[in-house]
Nanobody, 123 residues
Framework: QVHLVESGGGLVQPGESLRLSCVAS????????MGWYRQPPGQERELVAS???????NYADSLEGRFTISRDNAKNTVYLQMNSLKPEDTARYHC?????????????????WGPGTQVTVSS
């Protein structure tokens, strides 16, 4: 019922920037928190950043202020601006959303994931 689609990944050189986008579509009543996770090759998925519906943000300590998460509630879209990219940022980046859908007049909470977009940082 809810689909998340990421875009904006690619191959960049160290020090360059990328902006990821994730759009939620479907019969969504409300979107609460949204976030970005990443899964480096051979490693587990980890939180990059999250943002509440009111704009409160949370970041992984390891990012050192290089990434910025934002959202446009009118467009059901969350963004991740990534600056000063490093090879260790190479991973598949997945969008996550805590959504509320109405089923037979009852609100129900779901956690939705997108298929991901690949970010590769290499010289």
């Amino acid at each position: 019922q809810v689909h998340l689609v990421e875009s904006g990944g690619g191959l960049v050189q160290p020090g360059e920037s990328l902006r990821l986008s994730c759009v939620a579509s479907g019969r969504v009543t409300r979107i609460n928190a949204m976030g970005w996770y990443r899964q480096p090759p051979g490693q587990e998925r980890e939180l990059v950043a999250s943002i509440s519906s009111g704009g409160i943000t949370n970041y992984a300590d390891s990012l050192e202020g290089r990434f910025t998460i934002s959202r446009d509630n009118a467009k059901n879209t969350v963004y991740l601006q990534m600056n000063s990219l490093k090879p260790e940022d190479t991973a598949r980046y997945h969008c996550n959303a805590q959504v509320v859908v109405t089923v037979q007049s009852m609100p129900m909470d779901f956690t939705s994931w997108g298929p991901g977009t690949q970010v590769t940082v290499s010289s």
